[in-house]
């Protein structure tokens, strides 16, 4: 980065924009690169509404925006160096997402291929239910209640309406 850039910003800024000097991002675990870009986030934010509403200031004060961005370089360059951090700790962050959903990933698939056709806790251990019917190669019949005679009918006299409704049209 310029040396005329980074003597442009503060103490603390300067310090900001260190933290994201590649061999620092290497020794950063993920949560700590996510609050490091939310920190760098909030500063490229500040330093970008500096310069807009500055800008939009000035411009009325010289009728061209030309001119009025001509003497708001400082912010626009603060803004510009705080982008360019912001870019680099997303980069590293991407980076170690990726890592960490590969490693879930490869754990999830080593815990599937252990517990491979295990099936429900009861069956893998060689326990059958007690209240289970044995299996006779023979469907169950299904009885009709009351119930479900009168639910059946409703729903098909509904089906009837309805289709009485559009034979009307």
Do not use: C
């Amino acid at each position: 980065m310029n040396q005329a850039l980074l003597a442009q910003l503060s103490d603390t800024e300067r310090l900001l924009w260190h933290e994201t000097d590649p061999t620092r991002l290497a020794n950063l675990d993920e949560d700590a690169t996510a609050e490091l870009h939310d920190r760098i986030r909030r500063a490229r934010n500040k330093h970008t509404g500096q310069y807009r509403r500055e800008a939009s200031a000035r411009v009325a004060e010289t009728r061209a925006r030309g001119a009025a961005r001509a003497r708001n370089t400082r912010n626009a360059a603060r803004a510009e160096a705080f982008e360019v951090a912001l870019s680099r700790v997303s980069r590293r962050l991407s980076q170690l997402s990726r890592q960490a959903a590969a490693e879930l990933r490869a754990e999830r698939i080593a815990a599937a291929k252990a517990n491979h056709g295990a099936g429900p806790a009861g069956v893998a251990a060689g326990v059958q239910a007690e209240s289970a019917p044995p299996d006779t190669g023979v469907a169950r019949r299904h009885r009709k209640t009351t119930g479900g005679t009168k639910r059946d009918a409703s729903s098909q006299s509904a089906g009837a309406r309805r289709q009485a409704r559009r034979d009307d049209r």
